[in-house]
């Protein structure tokens, strides 16, 4: 796939607001880029900041280069093909994580 960034140095969190209206807070698990376009992949939090069922959400992420204090916009991916290549990329970023995981502790 493409390059990922890792950004796991310190927990950060977004809240999301839904079609509905209601208020989601979300951890950033990662923001990867696949076929020249930022994709970032969310973990959804309950009230006690636990992610219950491990589902993942994924949205289009985009930064304006030309004012970094800009809040990033995130959008909602319709497209079936392009969710995929996304989702691949995630459980490669994951393969990667966990292999990152087991090296490290061989080397303990």
Do not use: H, R
């Not at 376009?37 to 309950?46: F, G, R, T, V």
């Not at 589902?55 to 991916?77: A, K, R």
């Amino acid at each position: 796939m493409e390059k990922q960034n890792d950004y796991n140095d310190e927990e950060m969190t977004v809240e999301l607001e839904l079609e509905n209206g209601s208020i989601v807070n979300c951890a950033v698990i990662t923001i990867m880029t696949v076929e020249n376009k930022d994709y970032i992949a969310l973990l959804p939090l309950n009230e006690k900041g636990e992610n219950e069922d491990g589902e993942v959400w994924f949205y289009s992420y985009t930064e304006n280069p030309d004012d970094p204090n800009e809040e990033p916009v995130l959008d909602y991916i319709a497209d079936d093909d392009e969710y995929e290549k996304v989702a691949d990329a995630f459980d490669e970023y994951l393969d990667n994580c966990e292999f990152d995981e087991l090296v490290d502790k061989d080397e303990q």
